[in-house]
Every structure is written in structure tokens, then in C-alpha cells.
């Protein structure tokens, strides 16, 4: 497989008619002519505008000749020097290894500062050889460089796919082959390219490895990830980190064992602890009234606080021996982590295995920004009994396909992880078929991240994150007085750059964040987690006399191109990737102020929002701030905020274990009841609204007044406002005669 990475020639002579300008050009040819792009460039100005080529480029000849190298009178560095200068650094604070040649004729490496010589592939002098020699210097040192990056598992599928072998094994497409002998067949074969179905190949083919068994290439590629990541093992999983999840808990978890579970976690640990047949004991997470999920406080990590909460548990508490694993969503939705070396340091060896669902988190151990605020790492002591998992989802934050998911382990002292048995529970969650397009994602994903790459990445989004952040204050600011848009996070904010880590931490006496009972120094808040508050709800919970509700923000945002990641009622939720382009996010900056000017003119609907309008059209002459009015006056008069923090926070009451419960359900012995007959009622089946999509009950708990009026408020809500329905998973929706929806919830019969 060839790769196109051209070469940047930077010279202000590049098309000019003179001496210089002819040599570079000779040397350009000559270069074209090894079968490798020259791309020549004049402009010197800002030499560090080019930094950003460095992923695009093979490599760089820089001209020293230019005239502003002639030294200052005054004894200053020469512009260019200067330049020169932070070019070099900043390229090599992002790529280590790519070549970048000077070029002079006039000077020599005697005019240029050690700093930088050390940093370069060469100095070229045109006239003492041919530029056919040089060239082929040039594209040597340049072929160099692209050999050495594809990581393993990679390198070997653009191998074989590229090696045009004929397969007899499956897919049954056959390298892409079937799908040409069918027009429909061939527009998918168009959109995606032969190279993605040449790749797709199965585990017959050996030269490749083996996900399984971790075998060949693919345990090549794990162990350098393991490497990249600082941990002791990785295993790649191509089902997304649901099923790391149920693979780090079928290792380690049996029927009747004890785990201790954060509240606030993913369906896939809900199901994890169902398909196990564990028995769970909580962890509850505090929450503010914005319906933003806060840390568990640190109190509740204490030994005894565990110990009591067993106890006092139905079934827990006739359980011998320790709890068999801890599951914290480490980073929450929103972006709180915690200091895990201060819950490694209660609970090693007070549980067998410490887990962190790392599926937000797995920029973090690049930058020293989140030190000790994730699982794994660099200089990370190790635990004394008890081992450390972290699951991450790679294709969140990182660049991996969906599904491209991670398991990072760290061996106690006095355990080594048993790579045969932990095998048994990968086996039994990973498919026989899995897509290679994923693995080399994965193994891409962690590549990407090599230092010192993986650190300017990480930066680089924080500081993105933090510019959106200034831009939005500078906005608001500029309104003078009228409403905007806040940020969620700290008042102070650095001026310029990423500013002090310290600054996001959870202070206890801050008023920003509204939550009780931190603990200084326990959580901080990832910067680059971004939550955008809408006016008409205060952080004590109390309403505003008006408010925008942030569905009507995020549905307007949607028919503008913008898709949110998460909504809430008065909050919705963006992300700032290592994907984050500056055009991105100054674009939703723009569409807020254009959601602005229709809001404060009342537009109607069939004006600003035409495509629900045209779909809805119920609302389309009414004005978008009286829909927002009428929305918030449900709200208000419901007192939602309240309910929703309180619904996550009311008493839970484990009736049955909840594998018991889930069985009922295959047996097909549960009831479905009508909402209003559920009050007091077990449910079989996990409920979960959205937003926050963050399960409610899990099954085999009984549902209370607190979550029946919410089951309520949702079915009048979904009523009277159709095209912004709250979403629930685990109700029943059925058509009725009146044109709406009667709910139902699936619950375990009575005795
Ligand atoms: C998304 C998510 C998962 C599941 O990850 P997938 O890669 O989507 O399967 C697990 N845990 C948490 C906390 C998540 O947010």
C-alpha cells in the first residue's frame, strides 16, 4: 500500500526567476520524479501555520536564504530565526520523527542554534551535489519515517488486503466482489471503497492473528497499546465497551456474589449484574438541580460505609466474604472524575477487583492535566491485593470506529491477572466474527496517541474546550444585560492557554457546581465536557419567571446541522473531541446567537424551525418563544426539577435479586400494568428515561410515589406536546383511540 504524504517546500524564491528559485525547483522535480508530491510554498509569514501540516506532510524543507535572516543591528535573533525556532518546537512537541531538512546557499548550519540543528534531518547545499542525489536522500529519510508508523495489526491487514490473495473463506462477499453483481450492491460498494472490503476479512486468515486468542499481530498490537497506555495488559474488544463491561464482570463475578455499584452507571453494568446474578449494593451519587449527576461523595467510600450498607441490604447482607468487584462510572456523562488513587487507597484488598468505566476517559493518561484522576498510568503505584480494570470506549473520544472499545488491566502486588480464565469470560462476550476494521482501530486509535503526539492531541481539545468557553463569556458580555447562554463550570477561567487544572476542581465551598457534601481535592470536572445551561432554571431548583427549555435549543440546533450529544431539560451537552475543529464549535457559537435573534423576535415556527414545523403542524404559527413559555409553565407548574433529583434519589427498595426478576420475564410470568396500577408495583424490566438516560430502577425494585407521578408527568407531557416526547425505555408505549399513547410497565406478579 502506498500512502500520499507530500513534502512541504517553505522558500520564498519557490517561483521566482532567480538563482534560488531555480535550484529549489530542480530539487522539487527531482523529487517528483522518486514518485513522492512536492507541494512549494512562498509565503514564509507564519512559519507555525505549517505545524498543523505535520500529519498530512512526509516532511519539510525549510530555506534559511530569506533576507530576514540577515541579523539585526541591535543584536535581536533575526525574525525568521525566532520562527524557525518555534516551527521546529512545535513541530517536534507533536511528531518526533518526522524529517525536516534546512536548505541554503548563502548559510550554513554555522547560522543556526543548536536547539534547532539537533532537531533536523539534514542541511541541504544545492550547488555542491546534483538534485537528483539530494532527492533521493530526501525521499530515503522520508520513506524511513512512513515505514516505521503503521503499529502492527494495521501493517499487516493493508498487507494483505492490499496483496490481492483470492479468498475461499468468508465474508461470503469475497474482498467486496459479491456486492458489484447487483446495482444496489454496487452503490454500497461505491460509498464505501474497495479498501474497506478488501480489509474485511475473517479469522481464517492466519497472517493476521487472532482477536480471540490474541495471536500473531493482534496481540502485537495489544501489547503496544498496553505500552502506550502504561498498563500491564490490553485486550481490544470490537463490541464496544457494553461488552468490556460484561467481560471484565463474567470474569470475575458469579451468581450470589456481592458487588458494590455506582448508582449512576451505564445499562451495560445493570445488565452485567443481571446476566451474573449478582447482588447488587449501591453507590449514590448527589446531583444538582440542573439534573447534572455529581460524584458520590468520599465518605461513601469508606470501608465501613460499604460494610453498613451490606448490612443493611435484604440479601446482601447473608453473603460470606468480600465484595467481588467495584464498578464507579469514572467519568460521568457530564464529565466528574475522581481521584482514584484516594479510592484505591480505602478499598484495595476490601475488594477483589477494582473497576472504572472509563468509556468518557481514555484521554486522560496523556495529559498531565488529569493526574491521578483516572485509573491507569504512568508512575501509577500499584494496589496491594486487589486488581484494577478500566474499560474505555475508544470511538468516544479517541479516533476509533463505533465500537472500538478497550479492557486496560493493572496487576496488584499480589495478584497477576490470569490471562487463561479472564480469556473464558472475553470468549463468551466476543463474536467469532469480529470486524478487523475495528481491531485496526483500535490499534490506529492508541497509536495515535504515542507521546509525544497523544499529548499535544489532548491539549489540543482542551484548549479548544477553554476557547469556546471564553468566546461564549465574550458573547454574553456583549449583550450587555440581555439573556444568554451560560457554561457550566467555573467562574474563573484562565485568560489565555489551558490555565491551572486546579481551577475544575470540585471546591467544597464553590457555588458553581451545587452539589453537596464534596470533598476537596476528590473530583474535578473534565474541561472538555461541556454542558450549555438555557435560561429559567436556578441551580437551587427554583424557576424562573420564563425559560427556554433545551429541547426547543437542541430540536432548532438539529435543523441547523448541529447534533448535541445529550439533552436535558434545562441543559444539553457538547464534547470536545480530539475531532474538535475550531469551525465546529465557532459555528454553534454563531447558530446560539441565530437561535437568539429568533427567540427574541418570537418567530414562528414554520420560519425557524420549517422542517418540525412541517412535520408538527400543530405548531407551525405559533411563535418560538410562546412555545418555549408553555413548555417552561408545564414545567414549572410540575416542579420538575425537583422531582427528577428526587426520583434518582428516593429510597430504593431491592424487592428480588435481579436476575430473579429478569427470569420471571422469560418465563413470561410478569404482568403489564397500566402506569396508574404500578405504584408500590416490582418492576421485571429496567427503566430508564432520557434524558438523562441514566437507569432509574433496575428489575426487581420496587417502583415509589416519587417515580410514579414522573411516569405521569411523562405520559401528560408526551400528551399535550407531541415532537418533543421524553423518552423511556422499559415503558410500554401502545397506541390509543384518543390519537395518544397508553404506558405500561412490565412488573413481577403479586404473591
Ligand atoms: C457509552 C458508555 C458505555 C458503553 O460503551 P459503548 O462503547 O457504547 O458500548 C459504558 N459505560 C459508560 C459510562 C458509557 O457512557
Redesign the pocket.
Known amino acids: 500500500m502506498k500512502f500520499n504524504f507530500p513534502v512541504f517546500i517553505i522558500d520564498e524564491d519557490y517561483r521566482s526567476e532567480n538563482n534560488s528559485g531555480v535550484g529549489i525547483r530542480a530539487l522539487a522535480s527531482a523529487i517528483e520524479k522518486e514518485g513522492m508530491e512536492v507541494i512549494g510554498v512562498t509565503n514564509y509569514g507564519d512559519l507555525s501555520s505549517f505545524v498543523q501540516q505535520q500529519s498530512r506532510a512526509g516532511g519539510f524543507i525549510v530555506s534559511v536564504d530569506d533576507e530576514e535572516f540577515i541579523a539585526t543591528e541591535n543584536g535581536e535573533e533575526p525574525k525568521v530565526l525566532v520562527q524557525l525556532d518555534a516551527f521546529v518546537r512545535e513541530i517536534r512537541r507533536r511528531n518526533a520523527d518526522i524529517p525536516v531538512f534546512l536548505y541554503g546557499e548563502t548559510r550554513t548550519s554555522r547560522h543556526i542554534p543548536n536547539t534547532i540543528l539537533k532537531e533536523l534531518h539534514g542541511f541541504i547545499h544545492l550547488h555542491e551535489d546534483t538534485p537528483e542525489f539530494v532527492a533521493r536522500y530526501i525521499v530515503r529519510e522520508i520513506n524511513t519515517y512512513l515505514d516505521k508508523l503503521p503499529p502492527p495489526f494495521f501493517r499487516a491487514l493493508t498487507q494483505y488486503a492490499y496483496d490481492g490473495s483470492y479468498s475461499w473463506h468468508c465474508p461470503g462477499h469475497s474482498g467486496g466482489v459479491a456486492f458489484l453483481k447487483s446495482p444496489v450492491g454496487r452503490m454500497f460498494h461505491q460509498f464505501f471503497g474497495e479498501n474497506m472490503l478488501r480489509a474485511d476479512v475473517c479469522n481464517a486468515v492466519e497472517e493476521l492473528g487472532q482477536l480471540l486468542d490474541h495471536r500473531g499481530p493482534v496481540v502485537e498490537s495489544e501489547v503496544n497499546a498496553a505500552r502506550i497506555f502504561q498498563c500491564d495488559t490490553v485486550y481490544f474488544v470490537t ?7 460484561k467481560i471484565v464482570w463474567h470474569s470475575a463475578v458469579a451468581p450470589g456474589d456481592v458487588v458494590v455499584v455506582d448508582r449512576n ?2 445499562k ?2 445493570l445488565h452485567a449484574i443481571t446476566m451474573t446474578g449478582a447482588i447488587p449494593v449501591f453507590l449514590t451519587p448527589t446531583r444538582n438541580h440542573y439534573g447534572i449527576i455529581g460524584p458520590i461523595p468520599e465518605n461513601e467510600f469508606t470501608w465501613e460505609s460499604i460494610e453498613k450498607k451490606i448490612k443493611n441490604h435484604p440479601f446482601a447482607n447473608k453473603v460470606k466474604g468480600k465484595p467481588r468487584i467495584l464498578t464507579i ?1 469514572q ?1 460521568t ?1 457530564d464529565g466528574i472524575i475522581y481521584n482514584v488513587e484516594k479510592i484505591k487507597e480505602k478499598l484495595d484488598g476490601k475488594i477483589h477487583n477494582l473497576h472504572f ?1 472509563e ?2 476517559l481514555p484521554h486522560a493518561a496523556f495529559h498531565p492535566y488529569y493526574k491521578d484522576m483516572h485509573a491507569i498510568g504512568e508512575g501509577r503505584p500499584r494496589t496491594k491485593e486487589s486488581l484494577v480494570f478500566s ?1 474505555q ?1 475508544t ?2 473520544l479517541l479516533a476509533g470506529l463505533s ?1 472500538a ?1 478497550q479492557i486496560l488491566v493493572q496487576n496488584s502486588e499480589k495478584e497477576i491477572l490470569d490471562r487463561d480464565i479472564f480469556n473464558e469470560a472475553f470468549l463468551m462476550h466476543t463474536s467469532t466474527s469480529p470486524q478487523y476494521a475495528i481491531i485496526a482501530s483500535c490499534d490506529i486509535a492508541a497509536a495515535m496517541m504515542e507521546a509525544p503526539g497523544g499529548t499535544a492531541l489532548v491539549e489540543e481539545s482542551i484548549l479548544e474546550a477553554l476557547d469556546f468557553r471564553r468566546a461564549m463569556r465574550k458573547v454574553e458580555r456583549e449583550w450587555g444585560g440581555g439573556w444568554w447562554f451560560k457554561v457550566w463550570g467555573p467562574e474563573t477561567l484562565a485568560e489565555e492557554g489551558i490555565g491551572a487544572r486546579e481551577d475544575w476542581f470540585l471546591d467544597p465551598g464553590a457555588a458553581w457546581h451545587g452539589f453537596e457534601g464534596v470533598a476537596p481535592g476528590f473530583n474535578m470536572l473534565d474541561p472538555i465536557k461541556g454542558t450549555i445551561i438555557t435560561p429559567g432554571l436556578r441551580l437551587d431548583g427554583t424557576f424562573d419567571e420564563w425559560g427556554i427549555p433545551a429541547m426547543v435549543v437542541t430540536h432548532y440546533l438539529a435543523e441547523h446541522g448541529i447534533v448535541v450529544e445529550k439533552t436535558g431539560l434545562y441543559s444539553f451537552f457538547i464534547m470536545f473531541t480530539i475531532g474538535i475543529t475550531k469551525g465546529r464549535w465557532n459555528t454553534l457559537v454563531t447558530e446560539l446567537q441565530q437561535f437568539k435573534e429568533a427567540f427574541d423576535h418570537n418567530r414562528p415556527l414554520w420560519r425557524a424551525m420549517p422542517q418540525f414545523a412541517s412535520k408538527y403542524p400543530q405548531y407551525s404559527r405559533m411563535g418560538i418563544k410562546d412555545l418555549c413559555f408553555d413548555i417552561h409553565s408545564v414545567y414549572r407548574a410540575r416542579n420538575i426539577a425537583q422531582l427528577t433529583t428526587e426520583m434518582y434519589t428516593s429510597p430504593m427498595e431491592a424487592v428480588m435479586p435481579p436476575a430473579e426478576a429478569f427470569a420471571l420475564m422469560a418465563h413470561r410470568k410478569t404482568e403489564r400494568l397500566p402506569i396508574d396500577a404500578v405504584e408500590g408495583r416490582v418492576t421485571a424490566v429496567l427503566l430508564t428515561p432520557y434524558p438523562p438516560g441514566i437507569p432509574l430502577l433496575i428489575p426487581g425494585e420496587r417502583i415509589n410515589t416519587t417515580i410514579l407521578e414522573y411516569l405521569k408527568f411523562v405520559r401528560d407531557f408526551n400528551d399535550r406536546f407531541p415532537g418533543f416526547q421524553n423518552e423511556f425505555h422499559g415503558l410500554v408505549e401502545e397506541p390509543n383511540e384518543r390519537g395518544t399513547f397508553d404506558y405500561f410497565v412490565d412488573c413481577v406478579p403479586q404473591k
Open positions: 463490541n464496544g465497551t457494553s461488552t468490556s463491561n452507571c451505564h451495560s453494568v462510572t467519568s456523562y468505566d468509556a468518557w474499560t470506549s470511538h468516544k465500537q472499545s
